[in-house]
């Protein structure tokens, strides 16, 4: 029988575990809210930062816990690692960030409860792979934001050039979350007319590979500008902690493991999956370009060698 509440925890209470706890917050769709972090007096002190603002809100119950607190909870949020420092690389952050990710699933692993686990720190889609892995849970309960992010940029610059509101612009960025992302073309659409079709009705000429490379380089203009990216992802997030507690069965461009039918195996990548109160649902099949399908292989590759050399 489900219960009557809704039990989130998030491990990890740096600048995007906090903000995640602050957006689920306000959105009032969670009626508990655990935050878990190594550092105890940072997850106190923002336990305490948004418990003094909740009567301005929906109020839920928020505190600081343990590990214990995932036994009864309904979705794990993972957004512990640390941040690529100067001079570090992709391999490099990968690595560091394995050990914790390890760390934490071994410290999950006595309480685990059959929750869904929603993977947040980068690198997103090698991370998730670990949590599988090293969780040995069923492939639909892990997984990572993936390219929902990237979809929700690509959306939001795309509404601006052509001028319409982002809500009537579809499509999916699929891949890894990273340089090999790429938009599925034939997904693309503003109000149910396709892009294509738009721009010419419109008189639009549109840079499309500008765009994508706009969204490949969004997060790393916004730490050039403030250090930091913490407020789209935590929105994010939110978005994908609906479609589970909803059960709303919603179409999310999300990191999975079970990509066996774009003929990938071992990775996990950024796939338009039907997320529901049990996780991944079912993995949607697109119909791709042969040029998409080169893509979609070539960024599998990108993951798996770093994998491979990672762990």
Do not use: W
Not at 94 to 104: E, G, M, Q, R, T
Not at 190 to 217: M, Q
């Amino acid at each position: 029988m489900r219960k009557f509440y809704n039990k989130v925890v998030i491990i990890g209470c740096g600048a995007v575990g906090a903000s995640i706890a602050y957006a689920l917050s306000i959105q009032g769709t969670v009626s508990k809210l655990v935050l878990i972090d190594v550092n105890r007096d940072k997850a106190e002190g923002e336990v305490l930062d948004i418990g003094q603002g909740m009567l301005n809100f929906t109020p839920i119950e928020i505190y600081c816990g343990d590990y214990s607190d995932v036994s009864d909870c309904d979705i794990i949020i993972v957004a512990s690692g640390v941040g690529r420092r100067p001079g570090d690389t992709r391999l490099d952050l990968a690595k560091n960030n394995i050990n914790i990710i390890k760390s934490v699933a071994e410290n999950i692993k006595p309480y685990y409860n059959g929750a869904v686990i929603l993977m947040v720190a980068n690198p997103v889609d090698i991370l998730t792979y670990v949590m599988y892995k090293e969780l040995g849970v069923p492939a639909g309960k892990v997984f990572g934001t993936g390219t929902s992010l990237d979809t929700a940029r690509f959306k939001y610059f795309l509404s601006q050039d052509l001028d319409v509101c982002v809500n009537n612009v579809h499509g999916y960025i699929i891949g890894e979350h990273g340089d090999s992302q790429f938009p599925v073309i034939s997904s693309i659409g503003i109000a149910g007319t396709p892009l294509d079709e738009y721009c010419e009705s419109e008189n639009i000429l549109l840079d499309l590979d500008a765009l994508v490379d706009r969204v490949k380089n969004a997060g790393a203009e916004v730490i050039k500008k403030k250090h930091a990216t913490y407020y789209a992802i935590a929105s994010t997030v939110c978005r994908i902690v609906n479609a589970i507690i909803k059960d709303e069965h919603a179409v999310l461009p999300v990191s999975t493991v079970e990509c066996e039918s774009y003929g990938l195996s071992e990775v996990s990548i950024g796939l338009p999956c039907i997320v529901n109160a049990n996780g991944i649902n079912k993995v949607l099949t697109l119909r791709l370009s042969d040029d998409e399908k080169e893509k979609l292989e070539s960024s599998a590759a990108t993951l798996r060698a770093i994998l491979d050399e990672a762990m």
